[in-house]
DNA sequence: CGGTACCTGGCAACCGCTTGCCTTGGCTAG
DNA sequence: CTAGCCAAGGCAAGCGGTTGCCAGGTACCG
């Protein structure tokens, strides 16, 4: 049988009380017992029992991630992070992979969340009706989404699209395409945005919106041969997975990557892995999860005060940073006349 | 605030015992009664609080998955399989990455493994010593390792290897390599004299091993190396990724795969990623996982149960399969002399 | 030297739920 | 008609901690 804190406290001939304080609130007991207390707990392995002190303190020193799909890297990189940061914190983390089942994911927060101190939702399609119903009195913290009122932590999808579309320009493209993640996206719909923001805006560059696409290799291969029919020179995809099916689609297709069309992807989930090395937008994933459990945790993330007050210091936004590697080169010149410049 | 149980049986004009039971072991109250009970609880949008259920029922409806990293699509892969089942069961899961690091993996097994009803292990560098130490008093289940007396799930790494050598052999090749995993690793070294029992006594094949590589696609590169300076002309590599890195920098140095040398992953965690696609020998994660949390949960892996009777039906083996896609292929022809058979 | 303030530590209630035991009352059987 | 039985539901005791409140002791102050 597993050692109780009453068997601590008879064990240093003290109460319970006092053996409980000395464990949680040392200040509040003479040096002399505290160490009796201490030693007792010691010799017997004493571990407290997380249930039980939960119980009359309200909180459980548990968290709660929910993500659609832990074999998508992406989602694997933030819960890592996660994972990290709240065991340095002391707690532990319910992890939840709702298969890209939205209704799914709701269950499992609604569940989930009632044993938790806090939750960490990462539900890109979801609607917003339904997420700020779920999130309405919990506490919440949005992970790569955003929600006016409840705290969240995304990247800089904007500044990530425009150092892609700044690095295609100066290798001369003119002309680029847009493989889209999957209808519904919050995240892709912030980076398609971005990217027309930054190509019209910027660098008077031409969008093809190529439409959505599974965020999957195989996703990525349809991709490809839209890319191929498009007059392009550029495509940038909504992700690292679809950016690789696109690679390898056109090869197999018979265009050269970069020396037809140049492909940058999105999250660096696959590191140099793929031939060419992808060019890409980078995101600290393992950094997204800590960093949203520390707002979690901070308190400041509490139930609806960002709607109350209006600030939005609870929305975090991460810097990315665009890795170039193979995938991109400069723009074929045009066959097409014999005018130079 | 949320309602509670007694406010539950106080709605329902009846006593929390009452209420308790018409929820959790309904056969004892009547039905009239239990109607009430489940309407008001109903209404009140009541959920029970498993912190406090478990302090009384000494079962908390939680598992704990300790894996070494969540990025290694392995481990994403068991870890998704384990959750799908759990949550099918009614259980929720604690995860926790230990970054690879045994002393640290030992830690959450014994923090968490209190706060579960079972724990889920895959730990497969730590020294058989500390893991029975580890496991000794504890409701555990091995995933991917084995170890007497204590409930496990495995591959049948034998099998695997044997199919792959067969497949080599048929091709032509007699002389190929092995770029193992960690040292240290279980199921590294399981494959290792797989491949050896395989190569040796089914099919005469000589084996050169490489040596330990970390289970990463930059692990691969190193072995990729190896493999371009040694006589042989096909590779099996502890696991996709090192397979990956391997085909890459051969590629680099100007080999050609499977022309000049064929190779062989395992684990299939890559799919047709990567140029050729990888032949491999597959395992069901998923299954693993699954299969892992209903022998824990089964109650047949209780502790030391198997070591009491010597039995072995809580060692579970999963049945591997090759997929031959496009890294492997006939052993190229000798060109060092014109005697032709 | 008496009074007061403060520090320690114990008592006991309580967190929310389960469950052994007992009471009550309706039936059946002798 | 009464004894016996069974089903139904309430009482209360925990599960393992935490914490408000209070008592006793000590130190310090006047």
Redesign the interface.
């Known amino acids: 049988m ?1 050692a109780t804190l009453r068997d601590v406290a008879r064990a240093a001939g003290v109460s319970p009380a006092t053996a409980s304080r000395a464990l949680s609130a040392p200040e509040l007991v003479a040096p002399a017992r505290r160490a009796l207390v201490e030693k007792a707990a010691q010799d017997l392995g004493y ?1 407290p ?4 002190r ?2 009359t303190t309200g909180r ?1 020193g ?1 968290l709660c991630l929910v993500v659609p ?3 998508n ?1 992406f989602f ?2 933030v ?2 992070g996660v ?2 940061r709240a ?1 340095e914190l002391g707690h ?6 709702s ?1 890209e089942d939205a209704r799914l994911e709701a269950d ?1 927060v609604e ?2 969340s ?2 938790a101190d806090g939750t960490l939702v990462c539900s890109p399609r979801m609607s917003d009706e339904r997420l700020a119903e779920l999130t309405a009195d919990r506490h919440v913290v949005l992970v790569n989404r955003r929600l006016p009122g409840r705290p969240s932590v995304v990247v800089d999808n904007t500044d990530g699209m425009r150092q892609a579309v700044r690095h295609l320009h100066a290798l001369g493209h003119r002309r680029i395409g847009y493989a889209g993640g999957p209808e519904g996206s919050w995240s892709d719909a912030r980076r398609r945005d971005g990217l027309k923001v930054a190509a019209h805006g910027l660098h008077r560059l031409e969008v093809v919106d190529l439409g959505h696409f599974a965020p999957t ?1 195989v996703g990525g291969t349809a991709a490809g041969d839209l890319v191929a029919a498009a007059s392009i020179t550029a495509v940038i995809a909504h992700n690292d997975l679809v950016a ?1 099916g696109i690679t ?1 689609r056109l ?1 197999v297709r018979g265009r050269s990557v970069p020396a037809d069309v140049s492909v940058i992807g999105y999250d660096d989930t ?6 060419p090395a992808l060019t890409t937008v980078a995101i600290r994933l393992a950094r997204l999860g800590s960093v949203a459990v520390d707002l979690l945790l901070d308190g400041r993330a509490s139930t609806g005060r960002a709607a109350a007050t209006g600030a939005d210091e609870d929305d975090i936004s991460l810097p990315v940073e665009l890795v170039v590697r193979g995938t991109t080169g400069p723009a074929p010149t045009p066959p097409t006349d014999g005018v130079s410049r």
Chains 1, 2 share one sequence.
């Open positions: 597993v571990r029992n997380l249930a039980a939960g119980l459980t548990n799909d832990l074999g890297p694997a990189g819960a890592k994972q990290r065991r532990a983390v319910f992890v939840a992979d298969d499992l569940r989930l009632a044993q290799v690789l390898e090869r696959v590191g140099t892995l793929g031939h």
